[in-house]
């Protein structure tokens, strides 16, 4: 695959050649959009959280694609714990405040699920904070959103793919309580993880959020799970 991020005075746009057939449905899935023979996904310098070094990025993204790419296909598998202990040392050095969405939050309670990318959710006033902590694994450049469930989003690498997500937005929870909406970041529970105390939204709200994308599986485990507490 070839990956090029071409600048504009106003956009930076990710362009991705040569995609093996493979892999389309998973760049669709991260919000690329297929034109042709190749993939793109733009961004708007206006909506930049900070200024990014987007050569950098191009090298890092690129680097890392294909990696990325098959353990979210479910050819290779995330150390997830290393990924996870990793982040949470480079949060804690900065003082950033965060907490864990997603399937880590699952796992980490010792749900049967296996991750193959990190939520992590914070706040616009943890942006500075964040810049520094953050700017040598920036995949994806944080940017502002105004119309979906977070105010904010950026993609780090770190042994694997790590989300970051910034504020949920109230509309976020309008279909049904989810384990990263609005009323999982004001209900927060905090549990100890290899001697780190890790806040998590309430377990019953990753239901939702797995009915919504079809994961019938996870569904099971987790009422399990909670039928045995």
């Given amino acids: ?42 961004y708007r310098k206006d ?28 050819n290779k598998s995330m150390d997830w714990e290393l990924s996870l202990s990793r982040t949470i040392e480079i949060l804690d050095e900065k003082n950033i405040k965060w907490w864990l969405a997603g399937s880590t939050a699952c796992a980490i309670r010792g749900i049967n699920i296996k991750p193959r ?54 509309s976020c929870d309008d279909n049904g309580r989810l384990d990263f909406g609005y009323y999982a970041s004001n209900n927060l529970e905090t549990i100890q993880w290899k001697g780190k105390q890790i806040k998590v939204p309430p377990v019953e709200l990753h239901i939702k959020s797995n009915e919504i994308r079809r ?5 099971k485990l987790i009422k399990e799970y909670i039928e045995k507490r």
């Fill in 215 to 219: 994961r019938t599986e996870r569904v």
């Fill in 117 to 170: 990318d990190i939520d992590i959710m914070t706040y616009k006033s943890e942006i500075s904070k964040i810049k520094h902590a953050f700017k040598n694994y920036i995949i994806e450049p944080f940017h502002y959103i105004n119309d979906w469930v977070v105010s904010g989003f950026g993609v780090v690498f770190i042994e694997g793919r790590v989300d970051i997500a910034f504020d949920p937005v109230e």
């Fill in 1 to 42: 695959m070839n990956v090029k991020i071409e600048e504009t005075t106003n956009h930076i746009e990710y362009v991705i050649k040569d995609v093996p057939s493979q892999y389309h449905d998973t760049l669709k899935h991260y919000f690329f959009t297929q034109n042709e023979d190749q993939f793109v996904k733009s």
């Fill in 47 to 74: 909506t930049f959280m900070f200024p990014h070094n987007i050569s950098e990025i191009e090298s890092r993204f690129s680097k890392h694609l294909v990696e990325m790419l098959e353990i979210t296909n479910g």
